[in-house]
């Protein structure tokens, strides 16, 4: 494991849903976690104290992705309070806020989808990966690793929220370009493509959702439940773990088999 029983990582979006699903997977591993979100200072403490109760350790980082100023900031506190970042998990994301037809679909939502689940992951892995690249490397020669968190909408088209499906497209070929350009380096870069979640962001469409899992014939999943946060935090953890070493640039689907072409 990457600086072993004392592995420090960054989760953005860690206040609520996968991204506080992830910080609790990584302070069961002994982490400490910085737990950035953007505006929920309130579920932001909340997810530091059940960070602390499952043995890890941490802080909370208030910090907007989008905006540069805000991810200098937040790097800077982050290596201010752990002295180096072994683990960038980058999970911060937002829906459109409204479903709109391809040919209706506007450019505020475009613009705002761009910026927070694109933009700003590229620059904060920017600066994350060239804060990596002066850390010492561990005995294997590993620096660091990163990790996305796009989406199955990455290759599922839905033409209600095409902004959203091209961000993640977009995200996914991040991976493989950061992940060619640090491997000898010793930082692996990976993506982790979540199913159906269930966490705030799922809320407004549960019953769409629950139909399509539970009840349809066969279900859009085989396995025929919805995700829990808990379920994308157990594979980050076995990244933080170094269960990996020989892989980069991978994508892991984790999403009960949503990716199986079935007939
Ligand atoms: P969520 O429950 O809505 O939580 C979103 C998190 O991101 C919150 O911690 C929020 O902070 C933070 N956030 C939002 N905008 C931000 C910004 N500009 N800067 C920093 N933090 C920001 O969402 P989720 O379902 O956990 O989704 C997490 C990630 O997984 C997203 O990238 C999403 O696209 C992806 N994903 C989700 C699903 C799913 O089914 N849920 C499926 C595939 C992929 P505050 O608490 O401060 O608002």
Known sequence: MLNKGKFTALVTGASRGIGRGIALELAKAGGRVAINYAGNEVAANEALELVRAAGGDGFIVQGDVSVASDRARVVAETVRQFGRIDLLVNNAGVAPSVRADLLDAGEESFDRLFAINLKGPFFLTQLVAKQMLEQAPDAEGFRGRIVNITSISVYTASTNRGDYCMVKAGLAM?????????????????????????????????????????????????????????????AVRAIAEDRFPFTTGTAFDVDGGFHLQRL
Do not use: C, Q
């Open 174 to 234: 991040m991976t493989k370009l950061f992940a060619d350009r640090l491997a000898t380096a010793g930082i692996n870069v990976y993506e982790i493509r979540p199913g159906v979640i269930a966490t705030d962001m799922t809320g407004g469409v549960k019953a769409k959702y629950d139909k399509l899992i539970l009840e349809d014939e066969r279900g859009i999943s085989p396995i025929r439940r919805w995700g829990k946060p808990e379920d994308i935090g157990r």
